[in-house]
Structure formats: structure tokens, C-alpha cells
């Protein structure tokens, strides 16, 4: 069994934690934020309780998925994994700094991967002595749920890692594809115009938000609809994501992001994770948009 360590507790650092205990992996999360670690922690005995509550699990069998995770605040504790898997906040430079400072702890053989919805893994991989071990691993949200999974090597990538890393992400029950080093993969890029056209034909006014949503959900056959679902990725993850696409892209014009989303960014209006988004999810509160 692979020992992994997580880089960031958020929505999907700890999700990704919680797939590789599920599969009997000791895992370490690291966090540069001690409240971070503490809520998943939390969070994770929370969803365990209902799991146990429906008998997916025993309690003791719960108890010890728990037990796989080891919660760390100190960056040391990576030096005995086999596999870092990074998902903290969508920016190249500050990726770029994390795999350089965790490549000085881990051992030689240690692979390292990024969990990036958007961002070029030959620009992260960039950063390390040894940019043959580097991949991306791309989890969708929320990781215990989610069965995709996209594996993409980078041009430094050695030879046979995706491979590798495909075998374990099936080993832990998920379906992996391999995809090349382009600006959103495959899903990502996909799903820009789903998120952009919704917006278009709200601040056109053809309908209104929960409109949209319903007719994408009740009559598209979408497990959600483009503002919910943006309202739960978070439009700080979501907007970055878009702009860093748009960029990627040379700014083609099909990949533009929305003032109206750039607004909600920059008021902190970051959707579920924030009380308000798109809808407002305050306590009381209908869900309407605002
Ligand atoms: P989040 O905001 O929920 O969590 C990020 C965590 O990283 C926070 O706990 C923060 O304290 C921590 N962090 C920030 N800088 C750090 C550093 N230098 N060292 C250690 N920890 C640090 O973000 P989320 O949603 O989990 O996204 C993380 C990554 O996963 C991003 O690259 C995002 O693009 C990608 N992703 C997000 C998805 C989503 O739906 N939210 C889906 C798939 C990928």
C-alpha cells in the first residue's frame, strides 16, 4: 500500500484523503492552515457517523478508515510517502513554490502530482529538480463520490507513470482516463461553455437563475444545473479556473469569463462554502438568487 500525502485540507484535498483511507492507504493532510484541518477532520467524522447511521460501515471500520489519516501541519511529515497528491488554491506561482519546498522533503522515488482543474503541469512540474516524477491527478468534486478521474502527464513525465497512476486510481475504485497537458483537460474545457452560456442568458434576462438550473436538471437529464454547480465548486475555484483557461488560450474569445461571476470573486460571494453565491444559503434563507 502507497503511503499518500495531501497538500491542502479544502473541499478537495480532504475528499481526496478520504478516498485513498477508504482503500486501507495511511494518508497524511497537510494544511498551512490549522482551522482547515480541524473542520476536515470534523467533516470527515460527520460523514462517517451518517455512513455508519445507513450501514455502509461499522463503527469500528469507520473508526479505522479515520485512523488512516494523519493530520499535519508540519511539512515533514511527507518524508515517508510514496505519492503527494497537491490540491490548494488555483495559482501557478504559489503551486510552483509548494512542489519545490515539499521535493527538499520527500524521498527520490516520491511521485508528485497536482489536482489543478486547469493549469499546465509542464509549468508545475517546471519547478522541481525532477520534473520526470511529476503528473497531474485530477479528482472531481466531491472526491468520494465522483467516479472520473483524469490522469496527465506532463511533456517531462517519465514513461510509464501514467500507467502507474492509473493502475492505483482503479486500485482505489475509481475510473481513470488519460488526457494530454491542455488547458482544462477534458472535462474542464467541456464544461466552460455549460458555466459561460448560462451566465450569457442570465445577464441577458432570457431567464432567470433557477430557471435555468431547472430546466438543465428536470428536463436536461444534468445532475445539476450551472449555477448550483457553481455555487458548489466555489467562484473562487470556478472563476480562476475560467480565467486561467481563457488566458491559457491565448485569449480566444470562446473561453471569455463573465463580469458577473468576476463580482461575485471579488465580493467573496464564493457560493455554498460562503452563505452566498449565485442563491443565497444564509439560514433561513429561500434559495434565491440574490
Ligand atoms: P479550497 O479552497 O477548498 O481548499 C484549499 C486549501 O488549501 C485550503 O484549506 C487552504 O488553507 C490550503 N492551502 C492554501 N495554500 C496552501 C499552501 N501553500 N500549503 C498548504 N495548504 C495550502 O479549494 P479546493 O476546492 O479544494 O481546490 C483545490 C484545488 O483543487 C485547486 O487547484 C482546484 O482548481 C482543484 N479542484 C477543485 C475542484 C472543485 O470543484 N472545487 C474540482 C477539481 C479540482
Redesign the pocket.
Known amino acids: 500500500m502507497k503511503k499518500v500525502g495531501i497538500?491542502?485540507?479544502?473541499?478537495?484535498?480532504s475528499g481526496i484523503a478520504q478516498v485513498f483511507a477508504q482503500s486501507g492507504h495511511a494518508v497524511v493532510l497537510?494544511?498551512?492552515?490549522q482551522d482547515?484541518l480541524d473542520r476536515s477532520k470534523q467533516n470527515l467524522a460527520k460523514t462517517f457517523e451518517k455512513l455508519v447511521a445507513k450501514e455502509k460501515y461499522t463503527a469500528e471500520k469507520a473508526q479505522e478508515i479515520q485512523n488512516n489519516i494523519e493530520y499535519a501541519a508540519d511539512l515533514n511529515a511527507f518524508a515517508s510517502c510514496d505519492l503527494i497528491i497537491e490540491?490548494?488554491?488555483?495559482n501557478l506561482e504559489?503551486?510552483k513554490?509548494?512542489f519545490k519546498n515539499v521535493e527538499d522533503i520527500v524521498s527520490e522515488n516520491c511521485i508528485l502530482a497536482?489536482?489543478?482543474?486547469?493549469?499546465s503541469i509542464a509549468s508545475i512540474a517546471s519547478a522541481c529538480a525532477k520534473p520526470e516524477r511529476v503528473i497531474g491527478i485530477?479528482?472531481?468534486?466531491p472526491a468520494p463520490l465522483m467516479a472520473l478521474v483524469e490522469i496527465i502527464p506532463a511533456v517531462q513525465t517519465r514513461e510509464g507513470l501514467a500507467e502507474e497512476i492509473k493502475a492505483l486510481i482503479q486500485s482505489v475504485g475509481k475510473l481513470p482516463v488519460i488526457t494530454k497537458d491542455t488547458p482544462g483537460f477534458i472535462v474542464n474545457r467541456v464544461a466552460r461553455p455549460f458555466y459561460s452560456e448560462a451566465i450569457r442568458l442570465l445577464e441577458e434576462g432570457v431567464a432567470d437563475a433557477e430557471t435555468i438550473d431547472y430546466a438543465m436538471t428536470s428536463v436536461g437529464g444534468f445532475r445539476m444545473g450551472p449555477f448550483e454547480l457553481m455555487d458548489?465548486?466555489?467562484h473562487?475555484?470556478?472563476y480562476?479556473?475560467t480565467e486561467s483557461i481563457f488566458e491559457s488560450f491565448f485569449y480566444d474569445p470562446r473561453f471569455k469569463p463573465s463580469f458577473s461571476q468576476k463580482r461575485l470573486f471579488e465580493a467573496g460571494f464564493y457560493g455554498r462554502?460562503s452563505g452566498r453565491g449565485f442563491y443565497n444559503y444564509a439560514e433561513g434563507a429561500e434559495k434565491k438568487a440574490p
Not at 497538500?7 to 484535498?13: D, L, Q, S, V
Not at 497536482?114 to 493549469?119: D, Q, R
Open positions: 497538500i491542502g485540507g479544502g473541499a478537495m484535498g497537510y494544511d498551512t492552515n482547515a490540491a490548494i488554491i488555483e504559489i503551486k513554490t509548494v497536482s489536482n489543478t482543474s486547469s493549469l485530477h479528482f472531481f468534486n458548489f465548486i466555489g473562487d475555484v470556478n480562476r479556473v462554502k
